[in-house]
């Protein structure tokens, strides 16, 4: 059974930074319509720190595609800082995912050929963000934020998978976007790097960010505010881990 624990923590702060309402989702397939999402509706408000957990196949990945306009409801809106997802060009969601929204992969989706330097400055470079000369600064001050700037000019092949995912992280920080998600975003690292990783996240919420990530690690999503339990395409609890 859905709560509504989720609408109450907003109810007195304005509006929602991530606010879907009765979203559906299904996908033709050649044995017909196969539903992925029911009736969702959700609110986060800025600052939070979400995890969101749940079967295979429960819908987990696509809500976050909802959120980051990777994928359109088939029914239902999609407002994300302001902006109604749902109802933009493709055009519009690459400029506005662009500035708006920070996503970080489970394998890190680093450019091989540029250097980790240059691939945090490529978000600014594509968005026009920053004043040129402003970019390489930026780019060398989140990766002293995540603890990497004496790896800037090594290609990605040269890191460690979790110097990568820090890169990642940077990159999707470089247009100072008001929501960060992940899928799966440390999945690919061993335990102790991943914990690594989730310190850095929390550092990042402390500072104000809101980071929504899909994990199958219970241990981690133990460390977030608030855990989104999906099951069968519904939001099937949205509990609160009592702490702030």
């Avoid at 509706?41 to 959120?67: A, W």
């Avoid at 519904?234 to 702030?244: A, T």
Wanted: aromatic residues 6%; contains cysteine.
């Amino acid at each position: 059974m859905q709560t509504t624990q989720s609408h109450d923590l907003n109810g007195s702060n304005g509006r929602a930074l991530i606010d879907l309402q009765g979203v559906f989702k299904s996908y033709e397939t050649g044995a017909g319509e196969v539903p992925v999402l029911n009736d969702i509706n959700l609110k986060v408000r800025e600052g939070e720190f979400i995890s969101v957990v749940g079967p295979s196949g429960s819908g987990k990945s696509t809500m976050l595609n909802m959120v980051t306009g990777i994928d359109r409801p088939t029914d239902g809106e999609v407002f994300v800082a302001g902006e109604a997802v749902h109802g933009m060009s493709e055009n519009q969601l690459a400029r506005w995912r662009g500035k708006d929204v920070g996503v970080i992969f489970q394998f890190f989706q680093l450019l091989p050929t540029l250097t980790i330097l240059e691939n945090v400055m490529l978000p600014m470079d594509f968005c026009h963000t920053f004043p040129k000369r402003r970019r390489k600064k930026r780019a060398m001050d989140l990766l002293e934020l995540v603890s990497i700037t004496d790896q800037a000019h090594k290609l990605p092949s040269a890191l460690s998978g979790g110097q990568q995912q820090r890169a990642a992280i940077a990159r999707a920080l470089a247009n100072d976007p008001p929501v960060i998600v992940g899928d799966e975003p440390t999945g690919n690292l061993d335990t102790h790097t991943a914990d690594e990783v989730f310190n850095l996240f929390e550092k990042l919420v402390s500072q104000g960010k809101t980071l929504m990530i899909v994990t199958h690690d219970r241990s981690l999503s133990a460390r977030t505010k608030r855990v989104l339990h999906l099951l069968d395409g519904r939001l099937d609890r949205d509990e609160s881990n009592g702490y702030h």
